[in-house]
T-cell receptor, first 112, second 116 residues
Framework: KNQVEQSPQSLIILEGKNCTLQ??????????LRWYKQDTGRGPVSLTI?????NTKSNGRYTATLDADTKQSSLHITASQLSDSASYIC???????????FGKGTMLLVSP | NAGVTQTPKFQVLKTGQSMTLQCAQD?????MSWYRQDPGMGLRLIHY???????DQGEVPNGYNVSRSTTEDFPLRLLSAAPSQTSVYFC???????????????FGPGTRLTVL
């Protein structure tokens, strides 16, 4: 069964600090992995997409990594800001399939 | 562009009542979908549509109906509301279906539904 596990479930960090969120998946065969940011009371918004051939991709202060061999991805946030407080959701697509597998998300709180 | 819009933002129903959650997009996207989001669970697909006149069931379709008469609109109907349908509902659209390698879904702001 395709699964996406995210850790930690929740995280509190001080403003200005860095943090890393993890996503482990069992989706096979792998096609791509997307990270979404969901602000409280809003719909998810895509941050970045990782394909099989990509190891690292940055979007401003967000850097995603992918290790397709170990089936792990991480989202690193540098110099956190209060506006980074949100839920971060990992979504994986299997090649040849029309469905997506969603993780439960990591709730990040950036404290002043 | 307004993107994906959903109405209402909040709704309270009594068990057994019916209602329609509205979803519209102005990006001319072919693919639209409905998800529900419950605490401690990931987004779960209810129904989806690959174009006007074509709909299909997702992971949790029971108790919900959809139709797609136009590219822009994709309403979700609750036939007889039950407390188990208390959730936050998100509509999403994308230019291609999930089978596309570089598909990105654009989500609406959500409808928070409570069934008493």
């Amino acid at each position: 069964k395709n699964q996406v596990e995210q850790s930690p479930q929740s995280l509190i960090i001080l403003e200005g600090k860095n943090c890393t969120l993890q996503c482990n998946y069992t989706v096979s065969p792998f096609s791509n992995l997307r990270w979404y940011k969901q602000d409280t009371g809003r719909g998810p918004v895509s941050l970045t997409i990782m394909t099989f051939s990509e190891n690292t991709k940055s979007n401003g202060r967000y850097t995603a990594t992918l290790d397709a061999d170990t089936k792990q991805s991480s989202l690193h946030i540098t110099a956190s800001q209060l506006s980074d407080s949100a839920s971060y959701i990992c979504v994986v697509r299997a090649s040849g399939y029309s469905t997506l597998t969603f993780g439960k998300g990591t709730m990040l709180l950036v404290s002043p | 562009n307004a993107g994906v819009t959903q109405t209402p933002k909040f709704q309270v129903l009594k068990t057994g009542q019916s209602m329609t959650l509205q979803c519209a997009q102005d990006m001319n996207h072919e693919y639209m979908s409905w998800y529900r989001q419950d605490p401690g669970m990931g987004l779960r697909l209810i129904h989806y549509s690959v174009g006007a006149g074509i709909t299909d069931q997702g992971e949790v379709p029971n108790g919900y109906n959809v139709s797609r008469s136009t590219t822009e609109d994709f309403p979700l109907r609750l036939l007889s509301a039950a407390p188990s349908q208390t959730s936050v509902y998100f509509c999403a659209s994308s230019p291609f279906g999930p089978a596309s390698s570089y598909n990105e879904q654009f989500f609406g702001p959500g409808t928070r539904l409570t069934v008493l």
